[in-house]
């Protein structure tokens, strides 16, 4: 399957994006080791996040609508953003994955979602922290607190990706905030709400 995948990206996506993919891998994997969970499906995940990351707006958009995905304002501004839960539909279509916690992570890599599970926030964390991404002072520090607390890494890495967005003048998609908000909240222990929302993979 590996292979099957990487020959599939080779294809369609720069040699740059193939490194970070790589990158992916190998920093989810290191992470499922250090937080119990299965590295097989953590790489799986990983190999597989990007898959719709050059697909044109137009592409993006008619594979959401087609799916039935939920389109806020900020993904018809940016249909870009569609790429991770459109990129777990191709996985299911071109690579006949089934897993769902696997599909959820390719799906949440990039805005993540309220309550998700340890698989998926161990994807969204090394999408933005694998080593490529650079070697600066908050990136070390937020490659060591993904090591001892997900739940903290995840909201101090929404900050992180905010604090570029804010910088640079883009729209923040509500979803991210609302993961923000969530993972602050179960970190701070004063998240009462028994009712994560759950990912369904598009039929
Ligand atoms: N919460 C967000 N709201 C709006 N745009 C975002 C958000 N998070 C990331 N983006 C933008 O979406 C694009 C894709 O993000 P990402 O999947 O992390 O891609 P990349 O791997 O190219 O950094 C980036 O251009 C980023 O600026």
Redesign the pocket.
């Known amino acids: 399957m590996r292979s099957r995948i990487l020959s599939w990206l080779e294809a369609q996506v720069p040699a740059s994006r193939v490194q ?1 993919v790589l990158g992916v891998e190998q920093m989810a994997i290191a992470l499922a080791h250090v937080h119990n969970l299965d590295p097989q499906r953590a790489a799986l995940a990983a190999l597989l996040h ?1 898959l719709a ?1 050059y697909f044109k707006p137009q592409t993006l958009l008619s594979i959401a609508d087609e799916a039935g995905l939920p389109l806020d304002p ?1 993904d018809e501004a ?1 249909p ?2 569609l ?2 839960d459109v990129g777990a539909i191709v996985a299911q279509r071109e690579f006949g994955v089934t897993d769902a916690d696997v599909l959820a992570a390719i799906a949440n ?3 993540g979602r309220p309550g998700m599970s340890a698989l998926s926030c161990v994807v969204f964390l090394a ?2 922290l694998e080593p490529g991404r650079g070697n600066t002072d908050e990136l070390r520090h937020l490659r060591t607190v993904s090591q001892q607390n997900l739940t903290q890494a995840v909201w101090m890495t ?1 900050d992180y ?2 604090k ?2 804010l910088d ?1 003048g ?4 509500p ?3 609302q993961t923000r908000n969530w993972f602050l909240q179960a970190d701070s222990g004063r998240w009462r709400s028994p009712a994560a929302e759950a990912y369904r993979p598009a039929t």
């Open positions: 970070h990007d990351k900020v940016n870009h953003l790429h991770a890599h990039t805005l999408d933005t929404c990706t905010f570029h967005l640079a883009h729209l923040i998609h979803r991210a905030l």
